[in-house]
């Protein structure tokens, strides 16, 4: 009998020591520029906490217009501010839950080692035909691109070599593919643990650009879900800067 006591002791203390968590899913919108830190925070964060990422890479404009268009994802990681701002203004967001959890950094980056030299002065050189950016009007790092190319006076003569993507993504892809000699993407997508990943690259004086921070944003659909202002709390204390970017 002592024992049975006992055990049923055990057990209720147990219970209580234990909080009742129950695994999620959380759906997150992330932009193509933050496509490796994700997957690493991914796996931390399931670890972590049980709960588990749906994670869906695009550009930032687009998935303004999903959100909008009712696309139920429960966080957003943009790859600017304003974007999370109209949203909350919007209604779409929870007010109050904005923060920036990385600043972005922009390289004029080449497959092939050599091509692009320290200073960017390839672009003025000419020996390529393709240069690969992101859609400006879509993407933050197409709007950066943008404005270099305008600053350095280049508008009128690159105009013809442009290739555009929907997003960074697509146009890191062109050159991963050689299907543009020179791109503009971020400096998270060619290095890993600190290091360039290959090629030659000219990391683009920020000056040149406004500043790329990027916001992360807690959407409606994910309001009351515990598991969703879990990840928000848990992307705070990651470590970003050998992926490239800064808080």
Request: proline letters at 5%.
């Amino acid at each position: 009998m002592v024992f049975r006591w006992m055990a049923t002791l055990g057990l209720l203390a147990g219970l209580i020591a234990t909080p009742a968590v129950r695994a999620d899913v959380v759906k997150v919108a992330v932009a193509s520029n933050f496509a490796a830190p994700i997957q690493r925070i991914a796996a931390d964060f399931e670890q972590a906490t049980g709960h588990k990422l749906l994670i869906s890479l695009g550009s930032t404009g687009k998935f303004h217009a999903q959100i909008r268009n009712g696309a139920p994802f429960d966080v957003l990681l943009a790859a600017d501010q304003e974007t999370p701002r109209k949203l909350e203004a919007e209604g779409l967001a929870v007010p109050g839950s904005r923060f920036t959890y990385a600043t972005g950094r922009l390289v004029l980056w080449s497959r092939d080692a050599g091509r692009v030299d320290a200073e960017g002065r390839v672009l003025q050189g000419g020996g390529f035909e393709r240069l690969a950016i992101a859609d400006p009007r879509l993407a933050p790092y197409g709007a950066a691109a943008a404005a270099v190319i305008d600053k350095l006076g280049l508008k009128d003569t690159l105009a013809p070599r442009l290739v555009q993507g929907d997003s960074i993504g697509q146009a890191h892809q062109f050159v991963a593919s050689g299907h543009a000699e020179l791109g503009f993407v971020a400096l998270a997508q060619v290095l890993v643990d600190g290091r360039l990943t290959g090629g030659s690259a000219w990391r683009v004086p920020e000056a040149l650009h406004a500043p790329l921070h990027q916001d992360a944003v807690l959407l409606r659909p994910g309001a009351d879900r515990p598991a969703a202002r879990a990840l928000l709390d848990h992307l705070r204390s990651v470590r970003l800067e050998s992926f490239g970017y800064a808080r």
